[in-house]
Each structure stands twice: as C-alpha cells, then as structure tokens.
C-alpha cells in the first residue's frame, strides 16, 4: 500500500518568504508527526496530532511555525517568515499502535 | 521527562566484525523502545522494537536489541557487519501512556571494507 508521502521534495525560497510542506499520512493512522532533521543532527521533534485531540506542540522552535492536520489525515507545517537557521529537512510520520512509525521521506528546505 | 542517548556519534568498524551501537534512555515509567535506521538520502525505516515480554528483540538485517531496565539501556548488535550496514541508527523511547516518540541523536556507523 502507499506509505507516506510528502510535498515538495525541495523547497528553495528566499530568506523571510513564507512556505508550506505537506504531508499525506498512511491512511487510517491516526498519529502524526513532524520532525527536523539539520545537516549531521537527529530528529528534533516539532509536533505530534493524535486523533481529535489537540496537538502536542511543545517542540515548535518559535512562534514562526504552525502545523494543521485537517480531517484527520493531511498536514500542513507552515513557516512564516523564513529564516537561514530554519534550512533542514523536514520529516514526516505516521502511526496506528503501537507507536511504530512509518516515515516520508522528507523535504528539504534551503533558505537563502 | 524522557530523554535518549547515544553516547557514539560515530562507529567505525571493519566488515564482517562484530559491532554494539549503545543507547541509553532516561524515564521513570516502563517504555516502548525502538531503532530505526536511516541509510544514505533515504527515509528512516524501524529495524526493531521492545514493547514487552522478552527482554532480546531481533529485527530486520540480523540486528537484535536487548532491554536492560536495571540500566535503562538498549543498546543494538550484530554479529558480523556488512558494507550495506553503514548508515545513521536512531534509538527511540515513548511511554506506553503517550505517544510522544523522542529520538536519541543517532549514530553514523561506517563499515570499512
């Protein structure tokens, strides 16, 4: 079946211009997540949507970043305003129980 | 609040020789514990998990994993090592309660031909 997939695969855009990554989980999970990934670094988790429940945001770097999952099923992480340091790539995940996850295989964002 | 170490950053070793990437974690309640594995430019794929019973987990590509709560690790092995190995390894801890998965820095380990 289809596993996760996540648009667009790159993203160049100028420095302070707004961008939206998407992600389509498998369907019927109900977890989702979104994780950051810099140049030679772990997973740095972001938020976490579980169901109709609100989400986990506590990883969220700064008040730039927002994420959506409407329907329960597609997400989008938007970041406004885009810095340098926000250049990584950014993964997403899904899961049903017990907690594996299944992963996209990311964007990466450059800011320039 | 849980935390995940991985005291290696990098692992080199020569192929077909044994090799022990360690993982630690940090949580006062029991844990699901995972490794996951990323091999160069592509996506991070499970190659094993605890959730309970025995304490030795065997995964995919002749890994396995034993739990020691006593001293709160999970620390991955494999007997002989291939080329195909090399790649960043990710321990992972949740809580049973939650499904908040945090992940361990990773380790880069190199097989050496």
């Known amino acids: 079946g289809a596993g996760v997939s996540q648009s667009p695969s790159n993203k160049v855009t100028e420095k302070g211009k707004d961008v939206e990554l998407r992600c389509d989980p498998i369907s019927g999970h109900t977890a989702l997540y979104w994780y950051r990934q810099s140049l030679g670094q772990g997973l740095e988790f972001l938020i976490y949507f579980q169901g109709n429940s609100a989400p986990d945001k506590s990883g969220l770097p700064s008040d730039r970043f927002s994420a959506e999952r409407t329907g329960g099923s597609v997400s989008t992480l938007t970041i406004q305003r885009t810095q340098q340091e926000d250049s990584a790539v950014y993964l997403c995940?899904?899961?049903?129980?017990?907690?594996?996850?299944?992963f996209g295989p990311g964007t990466r964002l450059t800011v320039t | 609040a849980q935390s995940v170490t991985q005291l290696d950053s990098q692992v080199p070793v020569f192929e077909e020789a044994p090799v022990e990437l360690r993982c630690n974690y940090s949580s006062s309640v029991s844990v699901y514990l995972f490794w996951y594995v990323q091999y160069p430019n592509q996506g991070l794929q499970l190659l094993l998990k605890?959730?309970?019973?025995?304490?030795l987990v065997k995964g995919i590509n002749g890994f396995e994993a034993e739990f020691n709560k006593s001293q709160t690790s999970f620390h991955l092995r494999k007997p002989s090592v291939h080329i195909s190995d090399t790649a960043e390894y990710f321990c992972?801890?949740?809580?049973?309660?939650?499904?908040?998965?945090?992940f361990g820095p990773g380790t880069s380990l190199s097989v050496i031909p």
């Open positions: 995940a899904s899961s049903l129980a017990p907690r594996e996850q299944y």
């Open positions: 992972a801890v949740s809580e049973p309660s939650y499904d908040k998965v945090i």
């Open positions: 605890y959730l309970s019973g025995s304490t």
